[in-house]
């Protein structure tokens, strides 16, 4: 369920980092000689030339006709959970990583998975209206064939239900929106919101709905979305057909993803499981989603004020709030019984370091055909596998352990990925090196995100795959993108940019990514490529087809192989690195940056309470309101404190001391030191001293102090978590709590880091 | 024609302006007796009194039901020049005048106005469509009885032509639109373009599209600008409806205003005139306007790649570039005799200083019915006239002379006011010590523009008007508006306003006042209410009537009768003030802003041809481009050489200390001097020191040097023009031509302060 570019910080704001300059590559001191081969990072001048070796073989086993095939041929009925399609993939991909020599298994969880029996939304008045709730074939689209084995348009984790209520139109449902119509004196209480996608997290909708008293929620995809004002509609263009229905999860992922019925434990036939009403991850009204063409006739029989422009989208129509006089009736009837997701698991002992594991992973189930979300990247990581298995074939066998995962369940809420790092959870913990994740690919520009120690190793990497549409490598190519998308839109780059390191992002949810990252605290990256596809306007629907990507998603599989090329090094460097390819510096101005950001917030906070205090006490806004059109004031707000920052910026300037010591320590002693092996040791697990064992403010599951989804604003990351959202919400004790919790994490970091050094000296 | 807000800068951006503190009203040091009175800017202790009963007694002489009386009567037929009810208004003007007491006369020119004889678009292929073009009755407006009297809809000056040609869709057809069609390789040579109204002024879409060698060009109202996008489309809301159509007029107004034929002098029956072919404020292509009824089918055949997201308007389609496969057929025919226009003139000849003008207008020919443009303005400037007339009635007199003008021919291109300006500038020069323009009223916020030394009179004003929906002064109310505006925008007002000082605008063009501030050099004001009335979606269509007034312009007529209570109290204060109500350091720190804003645009343009020639010869935007889309990288840009504003800057500190030496100087010996009669004598035409004889480049007419409509921005003001532009299009001799001149105009303003200053010692 990517959602491109929501999960994690987009990449101009990423673009903000400011790198520490000058830190070398550990093999930067070549001999002459060695000089010839290139340098790699991690990689010292002794092995170098074996690894580009392996990486050439590697690079030339990739090819993109397979990628094709295996699309082609996992993409051609719906395989959704459940589906009889999602298991015959699964068995599949296992025949394949089988056959391609590794140690390969499906590993099957039990999962609470409601299936709609019975979804309906109708007007009743002014005017019947009975929405179709239905995706139809398309001509052109021969790849729709089984269209008829999908489910329903539907969400899944919304309560079972049956209202009737007038309609309010809520924008994007977002908190900002509420507070619209807070001032505009429209309440949602006992009403069925309608929000159109977009500008935030699904699953966020109907919670906030809910939260606001609304009795159910209808999500439907606005053409300003992905609709025709982005393009001609598929099948003459790539974009949302009138009859297109975005589907997915509204499970509150925030909390924690995977089965509802068994956090922290893996859902195997025999774990203990809550009552259905006891899983807080559960909504508890009805939500539906809709086309456009079934809202139009609900928002165009709404009256009430007129929206603000930025309530409006793209249908020829005068957007008002409501309530009524459109009256909408709703019902969802679900199958909630327990099913299975298969995950298939395959694995390469490492013939050095088998108790370093380096696990990758890409989901396998789709909500429709699945062709671009999340099939793309699935047959990139197989084409991996393959390519692997070929080297292993031809001799070569990995340093450390190499765990390749294909995912079931991602859509719904990363349930096979959730279950199984939950039933695994004490052995990665003592074991995994990196988790690398991707989802769904496309023509375009390198994605990349994670765990900011491993921006440099990212950034090496991507200077050693060619882009396929221009020659160059994806790291050059990056770069003109950021600096010509700064140039055409006034602003500039940071000078690490213009001095060549790229900035990774930081992850929020939205992919498998998240047990591993935020609930176990491996070292984690999501790498992708995207940005010149169209797959967005068919995202979540049956138009995500074989036929829709080949033709908007990467037609020639050149980034399905650029994508594999990327991971497949990424894989293979960790596996073989002499020091695992961390460059703490990066994290530690990172980090440093997000320090600053929270308390900018904090301090921009309480300027802005204190203004509107003095606005409010002089009747600003009741005199500058238009009579007509009552207004209300916006809501006085408390004025923040002064926090207690000096222990976090005491932790972050030794954090910048302990990483500059360390990666100055590598640099000088890199490979040629006789204690890699301890240094290593304490580098595999270092991020799990990122988690707090408490975890979060109401969310435990969630451990990570650096990276988190945030509660409002779902696959968004909220970076310093326990602290930015202590602020955001006014809780002023909590975001001093948070604070020191933040300092003594970072601290137990550098002491990580300066125990690393000291067996450098 | 109004176009609200375009002809000057914003409020928000006007608020930028930096205010000398502290500087004293001349009647500041009142006695303890005198102080009872609250003090008038420009009059003595002395003299305040009598004001302040004059003007409680023009208070009480407003009736809000004449307002109404007059524009329902007014509106109840089409008005355009020419028209038989244009003439009729103009003797019940007269007519009224003369009751009122005024030496009153009706003063005919002869100018040219093209009337359409034929207008008709139609596509041709790949589907047959024939524009409609006709503004029909909608249900529930009675006051659209006379419909039939109107012309077609259509656009004034553009040439007569019959084209047909493949048709291209130009977005708002601005400079900018072009530097998107440039990239994206598309040609409008030889096309038709459609253009949709909005983002700069109407007249410059044909013209750019003539300067890129189109044969044609169609303007269109697209629902995002005024239509259902805005609000319910009328008579449900007060949108324009999908059959409405914008005129207006397409003359190079920026070249200069008024009768095409005759510039510079009056255009009397007898004057010289050009030929219709050496007049350069003709258009030599066709032009027409549509309605969005009539541009959607033919929007909805172009092909070509899909627009850039900023060219997407709210029609319910995938906006394309063309050219084609839309072949479109214009046509225009026009009987282009000459036409007259009526201007009525009305006269008090002041008692104690007659040869002192104070030129109060507003225009009264509209569109089609012309309810709100411009009639609720002309019946506001009645009711001030016949409150005036009272007063006289009663045995007052005014000191100085005052002129009452309903001008006609504005519409077309200010042909009234521009031929009795030019007819009358010996004289005008000589004596005008003030224009005092309006056009259309409503609803809301005082917005005021104009001469900068006379901020602090409008705001000394704005304390003595009440607003009628609150209670407070329009000062307080246009502060609240402010500081809950930037409040709400995340921005912040200048501490001036938080002062209680409020900025005015700087003046471009569309209304009446350009032939008296940049051709004649005379202190200015436009000041109107607005901001809360819903008119603009009816702008220049026949749904502009009296029913649509009373709903969405000014339903009680109380801004009306405020209007008139503003304006008629500059009227009375410039007439009677002791002191020309000039406050000087205004205008100097004004144009101390605007020097540093055209030093910034330089260094800034001089940094982004620098960045861009880096990024050119590096190939960074073929790198950063999607190769299936093609869009070629932005035109190099030549680099500025540093311009020689030492000049200017010593200007404007020579400015800033006259101007704050004049100011105190008044503070200090006010209307205790006895010298006042020289004084003012310097300060009644100090603004003509503004203009440069020579006039501005390409254009003579326009001799301000201080503000002018832009050349490529039409009613939007281009302060400090002369230097402005040439750096804008990169001219830098120009540039440091203008540079000196407007030093020199600013020295020689000093000059005539340093004067007055003397007079006072």
Known sequence: MPAKNRRYRNLMQAAGVTLAVGILSISSAHSDEAAKIAAIFGFGETSVAAQREIEKKFDAAIDPADLRAWLQNMSSAPNHVGSPH?????????????????????????????????????????????????????????????LAEQLPPYTVYGADGDVTADLVYVNFGMPDDYKVLERAGISVQGKIVIARYGQGWRGLKPKLAQQHG????????????????????????????????QRGSVQDIPVRPGDPLTPNVGATKDAKRLSRDKAETLLKIPVLPLSYEDALPLLQALDGPVTPSGWHGALPITYHYGPGPAKVHLTVKSDWSLKPVYNVIATLRGAEFPDQWIVRGNHRDGWVFGASDPLSGHVAMMAEAQAIGRLV??????????????????????????????????????????????????????????????????NDIAKDVTDPQTGVTVHERLRAKLEAGAFENGGSVPDSVAKGEMPIGALGTGSDFTPFLQHLGIATLNLEYGGEDASGGVYHSAYDSFDHYVRFGDPT??????????????????????????????????????????????????TRAQRLDKLLSGGTFKLAADPTKPRLPPAAE?????LEFAVLDNAIERLKKSAGAFDEAVAKRGSGTDRLIQVNAVLATIDRAQLEPGGLPGRPWYKSLIYAPGVLTGYGVKTLPGIREAIEDHRWDEANRYIVATAKVLDGYSAKLDGAAALLK
Chains 1, 2 share one sequence.
């Not at 990665?428 to 520009?445: E, I, M, Q």
């Open 557 to 606: 599989f050149a980034y399905g192989a650029a994508m594999a090329r990327t991971l497949g090094r990424a894989v293979l460097r960790v596996s073989q690195a002499d020091v695992l390819p961390h460059r703490f510096a990066d994290l530690a101005d990172t980090v440093s940056r997000y320090a600053d950001e929270v308390q900018h917030l904090a301090d921009e906070q309480r």
């Open 86 to 146: 999602d298991k015959a993939n699964a068995e599949f991909v296992l025949k394949r990583f089988k056959a391609w020599g590794w140690d390969a298994h499906i590993e099957t969880f039990d999962v609470l998975y409601p299936t709609p029996r019975e979804v309906a939304v109708e007007m009743l008045s002014p005017k019947p209206y009975k929405a179709k709730l239905r995706e139809t074939p398309v001509p052109g689209d021969t790849s729709l064939g089984k």
């Open 638 to 642: 408390a004025v923040a404190p002064h």
């Open 393 to 458: 074939a031809g001799g070569w066998r990995p340093k450390r352990t190499l765990i390749y995962a294909s995912w079931d369940g991602e859509e719904p809420g990363m349930l096979g990925s959730t279950e199984w790092a939950e039933a695994h959870a004490d052995e990665l913990t003592r074991k995994a090196v990196l988790y690398l994740n991707s989802d769904s690919n496309g023509r375009g520009f390198l994605q990349a995100a994670g765990s900011h120690s491993l921006q440099h190793f990212v």
């Open 214 to 245: 609304a009795i159910g929620c209808i999500i439907y995809s606005d053409p300003s979305g992905d609709g025709y004002a982005d393009d001609d509609v598929y099948p003459v263009g790539s974009a949302r057909p009138s009859q297109s229905v």
